[in-house]
């Protein structure tokens, strides 16, 4: 399982720009607290917004949000630690690792993943029952979970005058894509800790 993603503000990998400036500062972790807590506001803002309008192919299919990001990773973001020489930013939720660096996905137990094939089945399992008439079919593209329903894609358990849809696909694995999207450029980041050295600096201007 892919474990929890942490983003460090270090002072040995910091810009030029800033390195100049924390040369300036003693003690550092006053400094460091903030600058941790300045990357937790702007991830969780980015994560929020990303999920607000991220051209995602759920979204594209118009399929109702799950708020992944938005809400499921946002919430999982936090300021978790600040030392002399850096801090820690940690996303506690390990599907992030899943869509930052890519990777595939199987089945915890023997079985298949059950990969949504309509709206009606996305965000759901079926375990949950929330679609009646549900039974295998194996064809040779592969095996499917299917139900009885009428045009408009209601279930119903009777063939009668009935449509054949198709709701999950089986498989044994699936392979997500790397998400190049899913941090905000480092640009961002490195501006931002320059801003908020600024502020935390101007007081002991002379």
């Given at each position: 399982?892919?474990?929890?993603?942490?983003?460090?503000?270090?002072?040995?990998?910091?810009?030029?720009?800033?390195?100049?400036?924390?040369?300036?500062?003693?003690?550092?972790?006053?400094?460091?607290?903030?600058?941790?807590?300045?990357?937790?506001?702007?991830?969780?803002?980015?994560?929020?917004?990303?999920?607000?309008?991220?051209?995602?192919?759920?979204?594209?299919?118009?399929?109702?949000?799950?708020?992944?990001?938005?809400?499921?990773?946002?919430?999982?973001?936090?300021?978790?630690?600040?030392?002399?020489?850096?801090?820690?930013?940690?996303?506690?939720?390990?599907?992030?690792?899943?869509?930052?660096?890519?990777?595939?996905?199987?089945?915890?137990e023997?079985?298949?993943?059950?990969?949504?094939?309509?709206?009606?089945?996305?965000?759901?399992?079926?375990?949950?029952?929330?679609?009646?008439?549900?039974?295998?079919?194996?064809?040779?593209?592969?095996?499917?979970?299917?139900?009885?329903?009428?045009?408009?894609?209601?279930?119903?358990?009777g063939?009668?005058?009935?449509?054949?849809?198709?709701?999950?696909?089986?498989?044994?694995s699936?392979?997500?894509?790397?998400?190049?999207?899913?941090?905000?450029?480092?640009?961002?980041?490195?501006?931002?800790?320059?801003?908020?050295?600024?502020?935390?600096l101007?007081?002991?201007?002379?």
């Open positions: 399982m892919p474990q929890p993603i942490t983003v460090r503000v270090a002072k040995d990998t910091a810009t030029p720009a800033l390195k100049a400036m924390l040369r300036r500062v003693s003690p550092m972790q006053p400094l460091m607290m903030r600058l941790g807590k300045r990357v937790e506001i702007l991830l969780r803002k980015y994560f929020a917004d990303y999920g607000r309008t991220g051209n995602f192919k759920t979204r594209r299919r118009g399929w109702p949000t799950q708020h992944f990001w938005d809400r499921r990773i946002r919430n999982a973001t936090a300021f978790t630690g600040a030392t002399e020489h850096e801090a820690t930013i940690t996303i506690a939720d390990p599907a992030f690792m899943t869509h930052f660096r890519g990777g595939t996905i199987r089945p915890k023997k079985g298949a993943l059950a990969i949504p094939l309509q709206a009606a089945a996305y965000g759901k399992q079926p375990s949950d029952k929330s679609i009646p008439g549900l039974f295998l079919l194996r064809t040779r593209k592969g095996a499917y979970l299917v139900a009885y329903g009428d045009l408009f894609g209601k279930s119903r358990k063939v009668n005058r009935a449509t054949l849809h198709f709701y999950w696909k089986l498989m044994k699936v392979t997500v894509p790397k998400d190049p999207k899913a941090l905000p450029p480092d640009t961002d980041i490195e501006a931002a800790l320059l801003k908020e050295t600024e502020y935390y101007r007081p002991c201007a002379t």
